[in-house]
């Protein structure tokens, strides 16, 4: 069945530095995304979305990108803080059906 | 506070004796889902509800069950739980309209079943 999938299962970085954490997705009918970070014992948390008519957003201090050519969605986190340690997950939906189809995700380890 | 409330929060059990997790969202969102969420296979949709009344099956539905006869609550019931549904479940909910909107997810229920 369509799924998507991430493409590093860990990321390892420096405090200050910037993360990029990327994801494939394979249904083409998909037509909004989302990242969700996870900190431990906790329920994921809502990051930021994109629509698939869109190529870039921007949050506070996170961009997702969208490369719908590759099927191809990035979350990047501008001077990544300890607080940012979490799994992140990149999860899709496609057509009008509400199901979202999660990817495994991604741990990331910011060292202080 | 909008949120998600799911209970218990934890919870061990022997085979085979029937249990309800309960979900309930303060939002008055149409839609709500129960996830599992298993270590290498991420989270996966056990059944989803579009609104009072309408339910269906999501990825994996064998052995579990729902209900949603009021808007705000989805309990997730198994009626004779094996070791295999050892688990970390995530209930969830969204706003039909706008089309576009994230889900919003509960603390999680981590079930043992012995």
């Known amino acids: 069945g369509e799924s998507v999938g991430l493409h590093l299962p860990t990321l390892s970085v420096q405090e200050g530095d910037n993360s990029i954490i990327n994801c494939a997705y394979s249904n083409s009918a998909s037509d909004y995304f989302i990242w969700y970070k996870q900190e431990s014992g906790k329920g994921p948390q809502f990051i930021i979305d994109i629509r698939s008519n869109m190529d870039k957003r921007q949050g506070q201090r996170v961009t997702v990108l969208l490369n719908k050519t590759v099927k191809h969605l990035s979350l990047q986190i501008a001077a990544t803080q300890p607080g940012d340690s979490a799994v992140y997950f990149c999860a899709d939906r496609g057509g009008s059906n509400y199901k979202l189809t999660f990817g495994k995700g991604t741990l990331l380890t910011v060292n202080p | 506070e909008a949120q998600v409330t799911q209970n218990p929060r934890y919870l061990i059990t022997v085979t085979g004796k029937k249990l309800t997790v309960t979900c309930s969202q303060n939002m008055n969102h149409e839609y709500m889902s129960w996830y599992r969420q298993d270590p290498g296979l991420g989270l996966r949709q056990i059944y989803y509800s579009m609104n009072v009344e309408v339910t269906d099956k999501g990825d994996v539905p064998e052995g579990y069950k729902v209900s949603r006869k009021e808007k705000r609550n989805f309990p997730l019931i198994l009626e004779s739980p094996s070791p295999n549904q050892t688990s970390l479940y995530f209930c969830?909910?969204?706003?039909?309209?706008?089309?576009?909107?994230?889900?919003?997810f509960g603390p999680g229920t981590r079930l043992t079943v012995l």
């Open positions: 969830a909910s969204t706003p039909l309209l706008p089309l576009a909107r994230e889900q919003y």
